[in-house]
């Protein structure tokens, strides 16, 4: 019982069963209460390093894209084509398979991070589409194809994932090795708001409602499972 304890805490287990009125039950007890407080320490511990580990990616990341523009300065020139070279190198071309909005947030915040015009962010965008993605927005008026909302709303209307999907993106979607924990936050926080902004979950009791129900179905369909394989060996 005590091979989980470090030495310190082993000792005063020890000491406590050394004493007269020593107590099994309350020994045990005592023991677990250790055990549970240093896996508190321990956890405490990580999520510190987790979020000192984000801050630093954060600043190293921020730092590498002032570089960059700076770099992109010193040339009026040539500024226009170092952006659609670089842009290309910290975000992929947009897939069919993946969630649109998710893809925009993501060109998003690399555009703002080079400090692209907005009004140039459609030229930049098209450079990363599918040819036939590209066709949706080239039938638009020369106004409203230049516009970055108005492309934006028409890829999302064209591409719109339902609520479910969105569900099912939060809970199985795993972090790309390529991308920062920093891309990884806002991926799943795309992907939840999609959920219940699609469900239009606009108060604290209706999301508890929510994510209680959700959790509920999970059960039920482990409960459901087990039954079925039970049966099945009967």
Same mark, same amino acid.
């Given at each position: 019982?005590?091979?989980?304890?470090?030495?310190?805490?082993?000792?005063?287990?020890?000491?406590?069963?050394?004493?007269e009125?020593?107590?099994?039950?309350?020994?045990?007890?005592?023991?677990?209460?250790?055990?549970?407080?240093?896996?508190?320490?321990?956890?405490?511990?990580?999520?510190?390093?987790?979020?000192?580990k984000l801050?630093?990616?954060?600043?190293?990341?921020?730092?590498?894209?002032?570089?960059?523009? /700076?770099?992109?300065?010193?040339?009026?020139?040539?500024?226009?084509?170092?952006?659609?070279?670089?842009?290309?190198?910290?975000?992929?071309?947009?897939?069919?398979?993946?969630?649109i909005?998710?893809?925009?947030?993501?060109?998003?915040?690399?555009?703002?991070?080079?400090?692209?015009?907005?009004?140039?962010? +459609?030229?930049h965008?098209?450079?990363?589409?599918p040819?036939? +993605?590209?066709?949706?927005?080239?039938?638009?008026?020369?106004?409203?194809?230049?516009?970055?909302?108005? +492309?934006?709303?028409? /890829?999302?209307?064209?591409?719109?994932?339902?609520?479910?999907k969105?569900?099912?993106?939060?809970?199985?979607?795993?972090?790309?090795?390529?991308r920062?924990?920093?891309?990884?936050?806002?991926?799943?926080?795309?992907?939840?708001?999609?959920?219940?902004?699609?469900?239009?979950?606009?108060?604290?009791?209706?999301?508890?409602?929510?994510?209680?129900?959700?959790?509920?179905?999970?059960?039920?369909? /482990?409960?459901?499972?087990?039954?079925?394989?039970?049966?099945?060996?009967?």
């Amino acid at each position: 019982m005590k091979g989980d304890l470090d030495e310190n805490e082993f000792w005063i287990v020890a000491g406590y069963e050394l004493c007269e009125d020593y107590d099994e039950e309350l020994t045990k007890n005592i023991h677990s209460t250790i055990v549970e407080d240093r896996k508190a320490r321990e956890e405490i511990l990580r999520i510190e390093e987790q979020k000192e580990k984000l801050r630093i990616e954060e600043r190293e990341e921020k730092l590498r894209f002032e570089q960059l523009r /700076l770099g992109a300065d010193t040339s009026k020139e040539s500024d226009t084509k170092f952006l659609v070279k670089e842009i290309s190198k910290f975000i992929h071309r947009f897939d069919l398979k993946e969630d649109i909005s998710l893809y925009l947030k993501l060109f998003e915040r690399q555009a703002q991070r080079l400090n692209i015009d907005q009004e140039n962010w +459609v030229s930049h965008l098209l450079g990363l589409l599918p040819t036939e +993605v590209s066709h949706i927005i080239a039938r638009e008026p020369d106004d409203k194809a230049n516009s970055y909302e108005h +492309v934006k709303d028409l /890829l999302l209307k064209h591409f719109k994932l339902t609520p479910e999907k969105f569900r099912q993106l939060f809970f199985t979607h795993q972090k790309a090795p390529e991308r920062t924990w920093i891309d990884f936050y806002h991926e799943l926080n795309t992907y939840f708001n999609g959920w219940i902004d699609g469900l239009k979950i606009d108060t604290f009791k209706k999301l508890s409602d929510l994510i209680i129900t959700d959790q509920l179905k999970r059960k039920l369909l /482990l409960n459901l499972k087990d039954t079925i394989l039970m049966n099945g060996q009967i």
